[in-house]
C-alpha cells in the first residue's frame, strides 16, 4: 500500500519540514503521496508535486482548512486514511496537534518522533532525552508516525513530476473556530529551518548582555539567535528561541553554543547539528562532551574578539 505524507504549509509554499518527512516515508515502501489541505492551496500542491519521490499529490482545498485547526484536519486525514499503511507527519507543533487525534480515532498506536525506518514495521525513536534509543515494532493495520525531521536529509524540492488530484474536503465539524492570530516578524532566520544558530546560557547574566554578547556574532554569521532553558526561564530571551527537549529540535550546519553548560535537557535538542562549537570557562560542562570545537575561556572576552576576527 502507499504511503501518505501530510503536509506543512502557509497555502502558497511547503514548509521544510514536508522535504524530511517524504524522505521517511520513501524508506517505509511504497508510493508516497502527499495530502496538502488548505485554502486557496494550489500553489502549495504545485510545489508538493515537485518534491522528488513524491508519486501522487491529494489537494484538499476549503476556508474550513485555512488556518491548520487541527480538528479539521484530522477528519480530512481520516477521510482518506483507510488507503494507507503508514501516515507521515513531521513531529512540528502541527504535525503533534493533528497526530494523536487521527491515531485515536483509528485506535492505532502513535509512533512518536521517529529518526530511523528500520523496515516498513519497525521503527527507532529517541527516549530518555535521547540517551536511549528504543527499537518499536507495530502491527497496526495503520502506522501514524510523527518523523523527526532533523534525522532525515530533505528530499529535494525540485525535480519531480507527480500528479495532483483534487479530493474532497471535510465539512466544518463546528466544535472549534479560528479567532486570529499574533504572528511573530522574524528579522532572522527561523530557528528549526536556520543553517547556522547561536545559542546563549545562563551564564550571560541579563538580556542585556544577552544581546550586547551574541547579537553582533549572529549578525556576522548571518545566524539564528537560540537560547537554553535556563536563559529563557530567567527572561534572557524569549520563550520562541528555546532548544532543547521542551524547546525546539535543530540540526543546524553549525551550532555555537555560548555559556552553556549542557544540561541533557538541552544537549537533547541540539546534538545532531552538523558542527558544534561550544564556548564555557567550566572545562567540566557537558556540552565539551559533544562539541566538535571547544574553547575554554570568558565569553565576554572570547565572543568580542571572535567578532572582531570574522
Not at 124 to 131: L, Q, S, V
Not at 195 to 216: C, H, N, T, Y
Not at 220 to 236: E, F, H, P
Request: aromatic share 4%; with cysteine; proline share 4%.
Amino acid at each position: 500500500m502507499a504511503v501518505l505524507v501530510i503536509a506543512e504549509h502557509d497555502n502558497a509554499d511547503l514548509k521544510a519540514a514536508t522535504l524530511n518527512t517524504v524522505a521517511a516515508a520513501a524508506q517505509c515502501g511504497g508510493d508516497v503521496h502527499v495530502l496538502v489541505a488548505g485554502a486557496a492551496c494550489a500553489a502549495a500542491a504545485q510545489a508538493a508535486a515537485a518534491v522528488v519521490g513524491v508519486a501522487k499529490v491529494l489537494h484538499a482545498d476549503a476556508p474550513t482548512l485555512a488556518h491548520g485547526l487541527a480538528e479539521n484536519h484530522a477528519a480530512q486525514v481520516l477521510a482518506l486514511a483507510k488507503s494507507y499503511s503508514h501516515i507521515l507527519f513531521p513531529a512540528t507543533a502541527s504535525g503533534k496537534n493533528i497526530a494523536p487525534r487521527v491515531a485515536a480515532l483509528l485506535d492505532v498506536a502513535q509512533i512518536s518522533d521517529a529518526t530511523r525506518i528500520v523496515a516498513a514495521d519497525t521503527f527507532e525513536r529517541p527516549i530518555y532525552a535521547g540517551n536511549a534509543i528504543a527499537t518499536v515494532q507495530s502491527s497496526d493495520a495503520i502506522k501514524v508516525i510523527t518523523v523527526r525531521t532533523t534525522a532525515f536529509d530533505p528530499a529535494a524540492a525540485t525535480g519531480g513530476s507527480a500528479a495532483v488530484e483534487s479530493v474532497a474536503a471535510v465539512a466544518d465539524g463546528g466544535k472549534t473556530a479560528f479567532k486570529g492570530a499574533e504572528i511573530a516578524k522574524l528579522e532572522r532566520p527561523e530557528l528549526t529551518s536556520a543553517k547556522i544558530i547561536v545559542s546563549g546560557g545562563r551564564a550571560l547574566g541579563s538580556s542585556e548582555k544577552f544581546d550586547a554578547v551574541l547579537i553582533p556574532l549572529a549578525d556576522k554569521l548571518g545566524a539564528a539567535l537560540g537560547a537554553s532553558r535556563a536563559a529563557v526561564d530567567a527572561g534572557y530571551a524569549p520563550n520562541d528561541w528555546q532548544v532543547g527537549q521542551t524547546g525546539k529540535i535543530v540540526a543546524p550546519q553549525l551550532y555555537v553554543a555560548v555559556g552553556i553548560s549542557g544540561a541533557i535537557q538541552h544537549l537533547a535538542g541540539m546534538k545532531d547539528s552538523k558542527v558544534i562549537v561550544a564556548i564555557n570557562k567550566d572545562p567540566e560542562a557537558p556540552i565539551f562532551s559533544v562539541a566538535d570545537y571547544g574553547l575554554e575561556a570568558d565569553l565576554f572576552t572570547a565572543v568580542p574578539e571572535l567578532v572582531a576576527a570574522l
